[in-house]
């Protein structure tokens, strides 16, 4: 399956997350991955990121998609990672 993952947490927490979010999914921008993931790996990811999160002030929110191509992507001005260079 194809997500997009989007992150908000605290100051002390961003870092773990940003290095954890990174080993499963491609990094476009500040706090948001996105990438192609399977139903197993992406449980275990929502379990390591809620164990680094203060749920009553961090968010995790997952966009899922069967694939990539039932997304259209329209980015306006730099993409900060562009995905395009990935063999």
């Known amino acids: ?31 948001v991955f996105e990438g192609e993931i399977t139903e197993v790996k992406l449980q275990e990811l929502k379990l ?6 203060d749920k009553k002030q961090d968010s995790l ?8 191509r039932w997304l259209d992507k329209e980015v306006i001005g730099q993409e900060r990672n562009s995905l395009d260079n990935i063999l």
Do not use: P, T
């Open 1 to 31: 399956m194809y997500v997009i993952l989007v992150y908000d947490c605290g100051e002390k927490r961003v870092g773990k997350m940003l290095k954890l979010c990174r080993k499963y999914l491609h990094w476009i921008q500040n706090s």
């Open 48 to 53: 390591k990121a809620g164990q680094l999160m």
């Open 61 to 68: 929110i997952i966009f899922k998609s069967r694939q990539a």
